[in-house]
């Protein structure tokens, strides 16, 4: 079975800073997407980046970026030139490609930013 | 481009009874998939629809069971409440399964 872990309960970050949150997945499947999503107090869940697993490039949105190391199973998120609007609720997501493709979500990590 | 609208944003029922939530997907979207998410947790997959038809299930019992019409729009039931059901309820619809999801807001359900 698929599983995603997020170690991380809480992360702080001074604006402005730079802030990576770690997220690590474990499968047998060779090919799937991984995410990374937001979700403000607003309960709606934002996708923030993707990344396809056959891509060794990582994927890059903005001030936002990967590190995907798939022989470890590891997918942090770095957040560049924090902003209090990055406060929220990070997610991150597995999907597979092939038949029953849900989304397995981690934990979950809670992102602060101080002023 | 209209997004995922849930209704109700909140709900409080009793232990027992049944509760019905809605969820209208975005336009020109096919498939819809609901998601239980308890205080702290991350969300789990409970079932997913495609053109009406129900096409992958989580580790859900058959009390959670749904509905998706013509229009695509698409309903989770929840028979006999437990306390255990209180939670975020996430619908998410998508063009297809190989396509990107669009989350709405949720439904917040308390059962006491």
Redesign the interface.
């Known amino acids: 079975a698929q599983t995603v872990t997020q170690s991380q309960p809480e992360m702080s970050v001074q604006e402005a800073e730079t802030v990576t949150l770690s997220c690590t997945y474990d499968t047998s499947e060779s090919d799937y997407y991984l995410f990374w999503y937001k979700q403000p107090p607003s309960r709606q869940m934002i996708l923030v980046i993707r990344q396809e697993a056959y891509k060794q490039q990582n994927a890059t949105e903005n001030r936002f970026s990967v590190n995907f190391q798939k022989a470890a199973k590891s997918f942090s998120l770095k957040i560049s030139d924090s902003q209090l609007g990055d406060a929220a609720m990070y997610f991150c997501a597995y999907r597979r490609i092939s038949t029953g493709n849900q989304f397995y979500f981690g934990t979950g990590t809670s992102l602060t930013v101080i002023p | 481009e209209t997004g995922v609208t849930q209704s109700p944003t909140h709900l409080i029922k009793t232990r027992g009874q049944q509760v019905t939530l809605r969820c209208s997907s975005q336009s020109g979207h096919n498939t819809v998939?609901w998601?239980q998410q308890a205080l702290?947790?991350?969300?789990?997959?409970i079932f997913?629809y495609y053109r009406e038809e129900e096409n992958?299930r989580?580790n859900f019992p058959p009390r959670f069971s749904g509905l998706q019409f013509p229009n695509y729009s698409s309903e989770l039931n929840v028979n006999a409440l437990e306390l255990d059901d209180s939670a975020?309820y996430?619908c998410?619809s998508s063009q297809g399964?190989?396509y990107?999801?669009t989350?709405?807001?949720?439904t917040?359900l308390t059962v006491v």
Not at chain 2, 40 to 45: A, K, S, V
Not at chain 2, 103 to 106: A, I, K, M, Q
């Open positions: 998939s998601y702290g947790q991350g969300p789990q997959f997913q992958g989580g975020l996430l998410a399964t190989a990107g999801y989350f709405g807001s949720g917040r």
